[in-house]
């Protein structure tokens, strides 16, 4: 309760701090690829033509569908890290962004129009300006908060209530770890050829595989034509997770479901028996199966945010100790995903492809988390540093993390795709929750294996706000570690290899 009067910060400063932060929305709301007009080298388009992803999570789910295309589905993949390659850079050219004006050939960096090669103007620095302009904004906050007075300090010593180098030391421990290897000569057999850095979104342990997203989407888009439909449906989904009707329909009540221009997002009430929103983005031909995926993954937000609101005891205890934790149940839903359209996991051996996914999916973020760390660390040792600078910086910064953890696995010297997330321009120092989110779930899920969901979510969700460790020690026995998910990696290579 005490957290709540820490500081005092001028309206003044609030105000601009939302304005920096909706403009940087805004912009990478809009920031799609229209894939139908992506052209290989021999002018071919590998991609359909109403196809429009936003970066980077339209792009990455995109890649990791194509693990299930024996055809083309590789050089699909070549093409669209490069489209990654040129976001981070800054040589994208600022004709395709948001645009199907042009066609391009990312690989020579060509675009045409009619058919003709046409001048390009390459976006050059403006991804990191607004990077930058978060920064300024937030280290405003500085002068007002004397107990945590950084944005980093504040986002893991004030939010998260776990130390930034306690963080640091769980990540560093698993992407190191002897298992990674191991784990990467195992996806390689599976693939039939050797890694390349794009691999670090392998995705073929997770349930599903096999599976054509076209027949996913085709599913889907009947399933959920509009924002109204997925909002009928919510309480059918709570019942198939184990919620009795009547509480089904208690909590979808305070739910309602937006068409959103982002690619999702869930937005929790601030006081009780206030409705909380479920925003996904949903096209003109019905709601996709990436769509479908992150509206399942935002609906695990929404209902911790509704039940830690209205059944903790004390208003001030509502939530859940820091956003990691709201991952953590968001992942549970998420991995469900197929199980609520009816479909059975043609993985027979359910737990140790689930502990191999959630070891790639760690290895994956934790990289990710560790450079966005690092450049918020640069950006308060150089404040005045300049957009054109900043750029510089984060490709640095991405290269040391990838030549150090994942050159040897992936391949790719010097590769600056742990720079490509969007989180790193749109929200500021959220990317380390991920993979406490990745830790948690995996805890959370042995714990509530062979038990009721909805009985379990329930006994831990009324705890309420509580420190982190003690949340998870009466939540599942013991505090947040890789430990469990490094042995149950192991003895999933053990008994797969066989």
Known sequence: MGDRFISRVPAAVQQHISVTTTEADAYISDYNIYMGNLRNDAGEQLFPDNMKLITHWGLRDELKSNYADRERGLEKQRMIYRVMQRIIDQTIPREVINSGTHTWNPVTNEIFESGNAVATTPEDIRRYEVFLSNFHARRQLDAYSPHYPTELVRAFDGTMEIPQKDVEELFKRLISSPQVKEVASFIASRLGRELEPFDIWYNGFKAGEGIPEEELTALTAQKYPNAAALEKDLPNILVKLGWSAAKAEDICTLITVDASRGAGHAWGAAMRNDEAHLRTRIGEGGMDYKG?????????????????????????????????????????????????????????????????????????????SLVDMQVWEWLYAHPDATAAQLKEAVIAIAREVWNSYYAGVLGGKDETLLGIYSHMIDYPLYLPNYPMGHLINFQIEQQVRGKNLAEEMNRMYRQGSIIPQLWMKKAVGSPISIEALLTATNEALEALKQ
């Open 292 to 368: 479908y995926n992150i509206a399942v993954h935002e609906f695990g937000h929404n209902v911790e945010q509704t039940i830690t609101m209205n059944d903790v005891d004390y208003y001030s205890l509502n939530g859940v100790p820091n956003t990691s934790f709201t991952e953590a149940v968001a992942f549970l839903f998420q991995k469900r995903d197929l199980e609520l359209l009816g479909l059975k996991n043609p993985n027979p051996e359910d737990a140790y492809y689930e502990a191999l996914d959630v070891f790639c999916s760690s290895y994956e973020i934790m990289g990710v």
